[in-house]
Every structure is written in C-alpha cells, then in structure tokens.
C-alpha cells in the first residue's frame, strides 16, 4: 500500500508558477511510475504527465509540454510538478497517482491522492 498526499496548490495568476509536491508512504515508493492528472469543474480526469520510477524517463500532456517540469526525490519519497507559465485553462484540482507502468490512463494506476486545488485567475 501507498500513501500519497499532495500539496502546493493554491491561487496564481495568468503567467504565474507554482511547484505541487506528492509525498509518499508506504511500501517502496521507488518502485512506481507516478503520474499527475487533473479535473476541472465539469470535466473528466485528464492525463497531465507521468515520470518512471528512475526519474529520467517522462511523458507530458501536450497542453503542458514547455511549460510543467516532472522531477522525483526517491530518497525523500516526494515528486514534484514545476509548473510555469500557468494559464487559466490550467485551473483543476490536480491529483498524483502510483503504478507500475507509466500510463496517461487513469485505470493503471493504484494509488491516488487527495488532490490539491489550482486556480490561475486571468
């Protein structure tokens, strides 16, 4: 079992940056893929990016692409989503999820946080 808790979100606006973290307990969280995904009001979950379990590998959402940066810390059991250059489009409740592969479907993943609201204002 994991545990994940994200943070950081919070009211930016247009052109601002803010830096989500999911912290992890449990079982060996290096062991897993994390992804980020958000939901706006009235819209279905929606991939955002996934890094592999070492960290170098990455996939980004192409609305995202340039813009939020996907980085881990295995030693502190922590991810982190960097994202810059926020738009008000990017205004969701964003949420960090765990499996074993890396997937921009919501069914592979296992484990899920709470999620961490974020809202640019233009």
């Known amino acids: 079992q994991v545990q994940l808790v994200e943070s950081g979100g919070g009211l930016v606006q247009a052109g601002g940056s803010l830096r989500l973290s999911c912290a992890a307990s449990?079982?060996?969280?290096?062991?897993?893929?994390v992804g980020w995904f958000r939901q706006a009001p009235g819209k279905e979950l929606e991939f955002v990016v996934v890094?592999?379990?070492?960290?170098?590998?990455?996939q980004y959402a192409e609305s995202v692409k340039g813009r939020f940066t996907i980085s881990r810390d295995n030693a502190k059991n922590v991810v982190y989503l960097q994202m810059d250059s926020l738009e008000p489009e990017d205004t969701a409740v964003y949420y960090c999820?765990?499996?074993?592969?890396?997937?921009?479907?919501?069914?592979?993943?296992?484990?899920w946080g709470q999620g961490t609201q974020v809202t640019v204002s233009s």
């Open positions: 449990g079982r060996t969280f290096s062991d897993y893929m």
């Open positions: 890094v592999h379990w070492g960290g170098v590998l990455t």
């Open positions: 999820a765990a499996g074993p592969t890396m997937s921009i479907i919501t069914d592979q993943y296992l484990y």
